[in-house]
């Protein structure tokens, strides 16, 4: 059951297509087209729609940009649902909307739904709901790395479950390999550090300084330095308040203000407001006998002693060689020593951390490998299975005789994980190499499919694929292009009934230039340029009864009107409606 459907693409001045909207439906859909006619831009818009590469170069020549939308029919729920209406794109009844606007100075734009979204947005969104194969995809399926990834997409659980684990266990490993390295690379900058802090400390601790104390000596610093003029001040002061005892007839405040307040007391009685100025004198003679007082003792415990002047001379030049140093103050000295001790004691650790990462480094290593093993043996079950499958597509297209297997080897490392007993190198994914390799026919020996197999072949193996991957992790609608190169005869009626099977649990868009292809085609588009070369609305058009015959006719003999090319056209015809 098809869960999603393309069903529509409008392209605007892309390569020869001028303005064109290709309809498409559930099922096999087939796109035709003498060669040049612009089919290939069917594929290279759906890339666009999907966040492939923008090149402008594809610009049609005198436009400003070109413009590709797709309408796709997505069930309410559907993962490309979800993310969609997370970037706040909107359904138009139930579909949903996919532009893509390239200008020809380069730039990229991309809408969904109706709200401008990154290009990657679009690329996230592509894997669930359409896979684009063509000669470029071939080529990928050479790769390595694209291998292993098919096997695993094939395995399911079985081995993303395991695969999990690895990814977690390596992760773990890495940051801690990377910790241990710094630790043990850095050792002799580290040792440095913890020298000159413990010289610092050391410095700190002979002086012992105080909170506050600099504050503290340089007020006694400015008070011992001027003793005696701040003793003649004093006492001049006492004798002014209190009178000057070797001068009976000296006149002093407090007798002053004595007198003052004796004259009122006189009369208070008499009238409230003067009683209250009378108690007010008597408080100023009660604060200037105090002061009197006050001043008498600091005249008499100045101490002039040079010597504790050099002495806090001497300390405050200690606790100065400290802030030029290490701080601003003698408070900014002892917070620095607080955090330098701190980090000696954590440098004084090294030694110490170094053993629990080494020890922690084997363990986590021996456990990646446990699970690089278990990794391993579950590839190596599904590889089976997924070569089986293979191989038996293949004998229905055409190659009965092909064998296919994989090759799941591990690399010699020294520096890597013990795995069965070998000590192999190790990545991200695992420890495994895997190869696909294709025996075409009997005796001839498994090779390497980037060796092994022709073009030709290659595609069927490809196709083979995909129709496995169809019964085990299903996409909504697959696009191939050119997925028939290289073949003709018996195999291109063979891919034709393929391609058909796959067309009964997704949607399958296939631009071909075999007959023996497109005939087994649910619906056959045809794509035809104007007399000036470019294609417009009117030159993609569905192909039904005699034109559909006219046009399989081109593709057998190069001739539509032709009476045998007629013939077997519906022979084709007739041998794919009896086969569906």
């Known amino acids: 059951m098809v869960c999603s459907v393309l069903e529509e693409m409008r392209i605007r001045s892309l390569g020869v297509i001028d303005d ?71 359904l138009d009844d139930g579909d949903l909307l996919i532009s893509r606007t390239v200008s020809a100075e380069g730039r990229s734009r991309a809408h969904l739904g109706g709200r401008s979204v990154p290009v990657g947005l679009l690329a996230e969104l ?3 709901l359409v896979a684009v194969h063509g000669q470029t995809d071939q080529q990928g399926l050479l790769k390595l790395s694209r291998q292993r990834g098919a096997l695993d997409r094939y395995a399911g659980d079985a081995v993303a479950v395991p695969l999990a684990k690895y990814g977690e266990a390596y992760r773990r490993l890495r940051a801690v390999a990377v910790e241990l390295d710094e630790i043990t690379t850095r050792a002799r900058e580290r040792a440095q550090e913890a020298d000159l802090l ?23 610093a400015e008070r011992l330095g001027h003793a005696e003029a701040l003793s003649s001040a004093a006492t001049a002061a006492h004798a002014a308040l209190a009178g000057n005892p070797e001068d009976p007839e000296s006149i002093d405040a407090q007798a002053l203000v004595a007198g003052a307040h004796r004259a009122l007391e006189a009369v208070r009685a008499h009238d409230p407001a003067l009683a209250a100025l009378a108690e007010r004198i008597g408080e100023v003679g009660i604060l200037l006998g105090d002061v009197a007082g006050e001043l008498a003792g600091y005249a008499g415990d100045l101490d002039a002693d040079p010597l504790r002047l050099a002495a806090v001379e001497e300390r405050r030049a200690a606790l100065t060689a400290l802030t030029r140093k290490y701080g601003d ?66 004998a229905s297209l055409a190659m009965p005789h092909a064998r296919v297997s994989f090759d799941i080897r591990q690399t010699e490392d020294p520096e890597g994980v013990e795995v069965g007993g070998r000590t192999v190198a190790y990545g991200p994914s695992g ?23 022709s073009g030709g072949e290659l595609s069927r193996v490809m196709l083979a694929v995909e129709v496995v991957f169809a019964g085990t992790d299903p996409v909504p609608t697959y696009l191939f292009d050119e997925v028939d190169a290289g073949v003709g005869g018996k ?90």
Request: aromatic share 2%; proline share 4%.
């Open 20 to 90: 064109a909207v290709v309809e498409l439906s559930p099922g096999f859909t087939a796109v035709t087209g003498e060669t040049g006619a612009g089919k290939t831009m069917v594929v290279t818009s759906l890339g666009l729609l999907l966040g492939g590469r923008a090149d402008p170069a594809l610009v049609r020549i005198g436009a400003q940009k070109a413009v590709v939308e797709g309408r796709i029919s997505v069930p309410a729920g559907a993962a490309a649902v979800v993310r969609a209406e997370e970037a706040g794109a909107e």
């Open 126 to 128: 592509a894997d669930d």
């Open 198 to 220: 413990r010289y610092g400390l050391d410095e700190i601790a002979a002086v012992e300084p105080r909170p506050g104390e600099d504050a503290e000596l340089a007020e006694e």
């Open 329 to 394: 103050d003698v408070n900014a000295v002892l917070g620095w020593a607080e955090q330098s001790a701190a980090r000696l004691t954590e440098l004084d650790g090294d030694d110490e951390r170094i053993g629990e990462l080494a020890a922690e480094r084997d363990a986590l290593g021996a456990e990646l490998g446990g699970l690089a093993q278990a990794l391993t043996d579950a590839r190596a079950e599904a590889a089976e299975r997924f070569a089986a499958a293979v191989t038996a597509e293949l």
């Open 431 to 453: 420890v495994d190499e895997v190869e696909l390799l294709l025996a075409p026919h009997p005796g001839a020996p498994p090779r390497p499919i980037a060796k092994g197999a």
């Open 491 to 580: 195999a291109a009626v063979e891919i034709g009934r393929r391609l058909a099977k796959l067309a009964r649990s997704a949607q399958v868009v296939v631009v071909t230039h075999l007959p023996q292809v497109a005939a087994f085609a649910d619906r056959q588009l045809l794509v035809e340029k104007t007399n000036d070369g470019s294609v417009t609305r009117s030159g993609v058009k569905v192909l039904e009864g005699e034109d559909r015959i006219r046009e399989l006719s081109r593709m057998l003999a190069g001739q539509e009107d032709s009476e045998a090319a007629r013939a077997h056209a519906e022979e084709l015809l007739a041998t794919a409606r009896a086969d569906q």
